[in-house]
């Protein structure tokens, strides 16, 4: 499968082109979880502008908190009632592996139902920028961990600066890169090398902080810790008071030693400082661009796109709507439609996107039981693809949004794309079952929500619209037609005739049989093409 590397000279100019099936897939396939025909057809009545603004609004607090879906439990919590709220029990690494579990599924669950806002996919992002592996910390409050997706989502579409203060004093993640254990007679330069290699400023070439700039960062954070209640507090007792100075990088800035609790204050200081490097606004704008555009940035995007991206992150005091609604609405996004550059798809993307486009059915609120089984069997999926929310092994996160050169790459390997078509054959077939409950694509019923079903031509177009980016050759898609809808006949009608036949009388199972065999071995075709992988 070939495919065109962008190469597009064209800035952040806003598009004013065609707005039609393909811009608005293309960019409800990147913000979204896959592009249903509802969704399509909605954003089609706006116009891109209007779309993306739309995109980039935040949705409230989710109403529902994890679930109690593992049974017994120490502290009372009864089956299908929520285990937020009900103390600590940081000592029992069994119970805390059964409520990671729990939150797991249920972040699959806020990822299945984003509304029409990019705001759960940019939580999602941010979780994988603050990377975090709950596992080897299933000795504290699984709690913290859904507190710390709390306050990735609450700043998500906010401030970046923000972000980062919260994310810095989080509780979680001062225990997981040992900001718990940084004192003035012991600092601990974990967080203090991250925070500038991860979060802020990165390996790029600009990047010339150097280890002292490492060493003087991890003496402003100390103190910083949390209590015996895993709350977050600032010891006074243990922070450096004394003045820290910064290399040329931060223009030999000097960070003012406190003692007492203005102490806690240097950590505002240090963030400015950070933030008032050009390099900062520009490693984030690369790894925006690198998730929601392509993974190669060539001196010609530099200049055009990320240069000129960073310019407005900076301007909007690291706003980051502002500068997804530049990115998103630019000329440079949809130029990228028509020089063919496609992404693969992240498991997630590929089976959240799968459940969306397909309309694929879950149980309702009303059948806890039934959605964390859903839930739960598309976390362990998503695992097995490789790509686990809550368990990123390394601290840089999942290497397919880091690892030079193959970066999305690096999703497919002879396991991964077996596992991936062999799960799109199931759920295209019987259907995945857990606890009596079966996560199943219907056919039938995703080819009704098409516009003109009966027309083999216009169905099978319809569906590569939704399913499939690359546009497939015509000889492809007369196969297809010829092959799979009219049983090798040559007749349109053939098909017309079936899918009349059933719509006249859905309870007739001979003629629910005859569409419903050959929809799904169009769709399992499809599944299993190279392409069907690609965003």
């Known amino acids: 499968m070939e495919q065109l590397l962008p190469g597009s000279p064209a800035g952040i100019n806003q598009y004013t082109g065609t707005w039609d099936t393909p811009q608005v897939v293309h960019l409800l396939k990147r913000t979204l979880f896959g592009a249903s025909m509802s969704d399509i057809n909605y954003f089609k009545t706006r116009t891109m502008s209007q779309a993306v603004d739309e995109l980039l609004q935040p949705t409230a607090v989710p109403t529902t908190t994890p679930l109690n879906n593992y049974g017994s439990d120490p502290t009372g919590v009864?089956?299908?009632q929520t285990w937020i709220g009900t103390g600590l029990l940081y000592a029992d690494e069994g119970m805390n592996t059964n409520r990671l579990r729990s939150l797991q599924a249920w972040w699959i669950g806020q990822l299945l139902n984003p509304g029409r806002s990019v705001h759960e996919k940019m939580t999602l992002f941010w979780h994988n920028h603050f990377a975090m592996d709950a596992l080897p910390h299933l000795d504290i409050p699984c709690e913290l961990w859904y507190n710390q997706y709390l306050t990735l989502r609450k700043y998500a579409l906010g401030s970046f600066q923000q972000l980062v203060k919260s994310m810095t004093l989080d509780p979680a993640m001062l225990i997981f890169l040992n900001g718990n254990t940084n004192s003035k007679?012991?600092?601990?330069?974990?967080?203090?090398?991250?925070?500038?290699?991860l979060y802020t400023i990165g390996k790029g070439s600009g990047s010339q902080y150097t280890q002292e700039d490492v060493h003087n960062a991890a003496r402003v954070l100390t103190g910083h810790t949390v209590d015996l209640n895993f709350n977050y507090v600032f010891q006074p007792g243990?922070?450096?008071?004394?003045?820290?100075?910064?290399?040329?990088?931060?223009?030999?800035?000097i960070i003012t030693g406190y003692s007492g609790a203005p102490g806690a204050g240097e950590v505002d200081t240090m963030l400015a400082m950070l933030f008032s490097t050009q390099e900062s606004a520009k490693f984030i704008c690369r790894k925006l661009y690198n998730f929601f555009v392509y993974y190669?940035?060539?001196d010609t995007i530099e200049t055009n796109v990320i240069t000129p991206l960073a310019d407005v992150f900076r301007q909007s005091g690291y706003n980051i709507t502002a500068v997804l609604s530049a990115l998103l609405k630019s000329q440079h996004f949809y130029d990228l439609v028509n020089s063919g550059a496609c992404i693969i798809k992240s498991p997630l993307d590929l089976l959240i996107g799968l459940c969306r486009e397909y309309q694929v059915a879950i149980a309702g609120s009303n059948n806890p039981q039934g959605q964390y089984a859903a839930w739960s069997m598309l976390s362990q999926r998503s695992a097995i693809l490789q790509q686990e929310i809550m368990v990123i092994e390394l601290v840089a996160g999942w290497d397919a949004y880091r690892q030079a050169p193959?970066?999305?790459?690096?999703?497919?390997?002879s396991v991964t794309y077996t596992e991936r078509n062999f799960y799109t054959d199931l759920l295209i077939s019987t259907g995945d079952m857990m606890n009596g409950i079966t996560l199943q694509i219907d056919a039938v019923g995703f080819a009704a929500l098409l516009p003109a079903p009966h027309d083999p031509n216009k169905l099978i177009a319809d569906s590569l619209s939704i399913l499939i980016r690359p546009p497939l050759s015509d000889s492809s898609v007369a196969l297809l037609k010829q092959s799979i809808l009219l049983g090798n006949l040559t007749n349109d009608m053939y098909w017309t005739n079936a899918w009349l036949a059933y719509i006249a009388n859905p309870n007739d199972m001979a003629a629910y049989t005859t569409v419903n065999t050959k929809l799904r071995s169009l769709y399992k075709y499809l599944m299993n093409l190279p392409e069907y992988h690609l965003s």
């Open 406 to 413: 193959q970066y999305h790459e690096l999703w497919i390997n």
């Open 296 to 298: 190669v940035i060539d």
């Open 185 to 197: 007679t012991a600092p601990n330069e974990n967080y203090g090398r991250e925070l500038q290699e």
């Open 238 to 253: 243990d922070h450096d008071d004394t003045n820290k100075n910064f290399s040329a990088f931060y223009g030999n800035q």
């Open 78 to 80: 009864g089956p299908w």
